[in-house]
C-alpha cells in the first residue's frame, strides 16, 4: 500500500497530538508493512468449518513484489481414502484460497513449511486446479489442475519444500493426499504456505 500525502498530514496531526497510535500506523505504512485487506485470499467452508481447524492469510504488496501467506492448523480436517483425494471436511467447497492476478500478482514460486508434524496423514501435496467447488474427496486429477508440490514421503517438523510449478492466474489451492490413506480427522499438523508474485 501506498501511503498518500494526505492520509501522512493526517496521521501526522494525530501523532502530534499525541495519538500513538496513529503514530505507529503511519510508520508502518512508510515502511510498506501494512497488509491490505483488500488482497487478501478466503478459504471454502469445507476447510473452516472444520471444529478446531484454523485458517489465517496474508498479503502483503511492498513495491512491485506480492507476499502471499497462508497459516493453517489441519485439527478437525478429514484426510481422504485415495491418493490425491482432496483433504478438507464436509461437502463444502474445501479450497484454501484463489490466486488472482490483481489481489496476489503473477506469481514466481512459493514453498511449504511444517510447523508440526501432521496426524494421521503425514504425506500431504499441494495443487491448484481451475475451479472452487471441489469438496473433501474429491480427487484433483479429475479437475484441470496443477501440482505445486509432490512430497513423496511425509512431512517432518521445519521441514521446507519449494513449489515445482505455480499457479495460473485465477487458481484455487487445495491440500490433496500424498498417498492412500484411511478418512481419520487430524488431531495434529500444521503449515505456512508462501507465495512470492510480482507486477507482471
Not at 29 to 53: R, Y
Not at 77 to 96: K, N, Q, R, Y
Not at 181 to 196: C, Q, S, V
Request: charged residues 15%; glycine residues 12%; hydrophobic residues 40%.
Amino acid at each position: 500500500m501506498t501511503i498518500t500525502s494526505t492520509i501522512a498530514g493526517q496521521l501526522a496531526n494525530a501523532a502530534q497530538r499525541g495519538d500513538l497510535k496513529a503514530l505507529s500506523e503511519m510508520l508502518r505504512q512508510l515502511s510498506g508493512d501494512l497488509d491490505d485487506p483488500n488482497l487478501a485470499t478466503s478459504a471454502g467452508a469445507g476447510i473452516t468449518g472444520g471444529v478446531g481447524t484454523i485458517y489465517a492469510n496474508s498479503v502483503r504488496k511492498v513495491g512491485g513484489i506480492y507476499y502471499t501467506n497462508i497459516l493453517l492448523d489441519l485439527t478437525g480436517l478429514s484426510s481422504a481414502t485415495s491418493d490425491l483425494d482432496i483433504i478438507g471436511v464436509g461437502t463444502s467447497p474445501a479450497h484454501i484460497g484463489q490466486i488472482t492476478t490483481a489481489l496476489n500478482g503473477t506469481i514466481l514460486g512459493g514453498r511449504m513449511t511444517c510447523l508440526e508434524v501432521p496426524s494421521s496423514l503425514t504425506d500431504i501435496d499441494l495443487y491448484s486446479a481451475t475451479v472452487g467447488t471441489a469438496v473433501f474427496e474429491d480427487l484433483v486429477t479429475d479437475l484441470t489442475e496443477t501440482a505445486l508440490i509432490t512430497s513423496g514421503a511425509a512431512w517432518t517438523a521445519a521441514l521446507v519444500r519449494i513449489f515445482t510449478g505455480v499457479p495460473p492466474a485465477n487458481d484455487y489451492l487445495y491440500l490433496v493426499n500424498g498417498a492412500a490413506d484411511t478418512a481419520d480427522p487430524f488431531t495434529a499438523g500444521k503449515f505456512l504456505i508462501e507465495m512470492f508474485g510480482y507486477d507482471a
